[in-house]
């Protein structure tokens, strides 16, 4: 929240621009024994059993974005909500970049996370690999705490792949033609929530 807050603070620049709510969210291959404790499979239960456990995490996404939504509302910007199920969240958030022309990109976490992971090597966190990998186009913020982080302090406190991921992640794009998600590339559209809350969920292009 703190992210967004900095984004339409210090981003928004007119009316038109499109604001994109992006969250990446694990795929679901266990959900909850319906005999007992623990967690199963999916393929050991029933489709009916898997619907039910969906539906109940969807209804969790709405009510989390919801929250959001009513901040960019009370802003009076555009916004639209993407939702992403994908175990890679840095490679799912890089490419919507060029799908959606992203040109700036804002990353929310915060420095217990950043400092986590200090003294492993090789192990970059999600902000990391976003930073590493973006295209030229595309300027990365990271925020932390309401306040940017800049590159030489997220290279030399890399968080935690083991830390929670961001819930949120704001992408701003100034091309006022954004206005419809293209879903092209071999990504496929799940389900559009009408109402409150409009999620657009994506199985990764990407192994």
Not at 25 to 33: L, S, W
Not at 156 to 182: G, L, T
Not at 184 to 189: A, D, F, G, R, T
Request: hydrophobic share 35%.
């Amino acid at each position: 929240m703190e992210a967004l807050s900095w984004t339409l603070k210090h981003l928004i620049t007119s009316p038109s621009t499109m604001v994109y709510l992006i969250h990446v969210f694990p795929e679901i291959k266990h959900i909850p024994n319906p005999l007992g404790m623990g967690m199963v499979p999916k393929n050991q239960v029933s489709a009916e059993q898997i619907e039910s456990y969906e539906a109940q995490q969807r209804a969790k996404r709405r009510l989390l974005l919801s929250k959001f939504l009513q901040l960019c509302s009370s802003s009076q910007v555009k916004v639209d909500t993407i939702l992403i199920e994908s175990d890679t969240v840095a490679k799912a958030i890089l490419e919507l970049v060029p799908i959606l022309h992203i040109q700036k990109l804002v990353i929310g976490t915060n420095k217990s996370n950043l400092r986590k992971s200090r003294s492993k090597r090789g192990n970059n966190g999600i902000a990391d690999q976003i930073l590493q990998n973006a295209p030229e186009s595309c300027r990365v913020r990271i925020i932390s705490e309401g306040k940017e982080v800049n590159q030489q302090m997220l290279t030399m406190m890399s968080p935690s792949p083991h830390a929670p991921s961001p819930r949120a992640a704001m992408a701003e794009s100034n091309n006022s033609n954004d206005n419809h998600i293209q879903t092209s590339m071999h990504m496929k559209e799940e389900d559009r929530h009408n109402g409150p809350v409009s999620c657009i969920c994506f199985k990764p292009m990407f192994k």
